[in-house]
């Protein structure tokens, strides 16, 4: 692979953006960049699904996987009505992963989503309905998609040496771009990204605005946290909160959300909801 582009054009592009790097005041800046371009996204992500799970059992019938697919139909219709320049771009898609010993859930970059069985009990808490429980944690992962946390994780992680290449495969006519990102193997390495605690927030922010707009009460995210913590007492946290804020961080603002989605929530309600079209897109 070409790290210094030989054409002079080019290297003086590659510089200029170099430079930049060098430049950046702040971390909080450099996070926001993201050289991906959002048809990329589906791109990647259909790409690392099948990888992801080749290792994995998936549930395909019986009341749990109805339930997560009519759920996450009806967050991925919010994510549409409230960001539809990014979500109606993506190839949304769920599996249920028989893993009763894994307490996760992801969202890769353009909508395919997992959901791993070990979840269940910890969304369902005491009531024994776990729908509104994984509706918080699903429009959390959900936000993650549309917010592009994932590919902008991933150009934070690849960092100058990325400006350096793309900025020229771009002059180059932008073919040698998605060569350089598909090789930098998204699959293997989505999974260990940190999103930073500023992405974690902004995730559960809109999120709890993805799950009221499709009809789920978003106070009910207060008691999925508190079960969180819980829950995770003494043991590694799973990826989508290793670099979380501290979990009273979190329900902290949560709480202080509430009155700004409640009506959202409320709107929702008494225009019947958002129906789940039972996994057809
Ligand atoms: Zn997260």
Partial sequence: MQLIPS?????????????????????????????????????????????????????????????????????????????????NLFEWEVVLVKRDDLVNAWCLPGGKMAVYTGILPVAAGAGGDFETGLAVVMGHEIAHATLRHGTRAMTRQQGANWMIQLAGA??????????????????????????????????????????????YDPREAVGFWQRMQAASGGQAPPEWLSTHPSNENRIKQIESLLPEVMPIYEQSRSSGGLKSFGGKR
């Fill in 170 to 215: 771009v002059i180059g006519g932008g073919e040698g771009a998605a060569a350089i990102i598909q090789g930098a193997n998204f699959g293997a390495n989505f999974l260990n990204l940190s999103f930073g605690r500023d992405a974690e927030l902004e995730s559960d922010r809109r999120g709890l605005m993805y799950m009221a707009h499709a009809g």
């Fill in 7 to 87: 054409h002079p054009k080019r290297l003086a592009i590659a510089l200029m953006a170099a430079t930049t790097v060098a430049l950046l005041p702040s971390c909080a800046a450099i996070s926001q960049i993201n050289l991906i371009p959002v048809s990329q996204d589906p791109i990647l992500g259909a790409q690392a699904y099948p990888e992801l799970l080749a290792p994995e059992q998936t549930i395909e019938s019986g009341r749990e996987y109805e339930t997560v697919v009519a759920m996450t139909d009806r967050l991925v219709r919010a994510a549409k009505e409230i960001d539809p320049e990014v979500a």
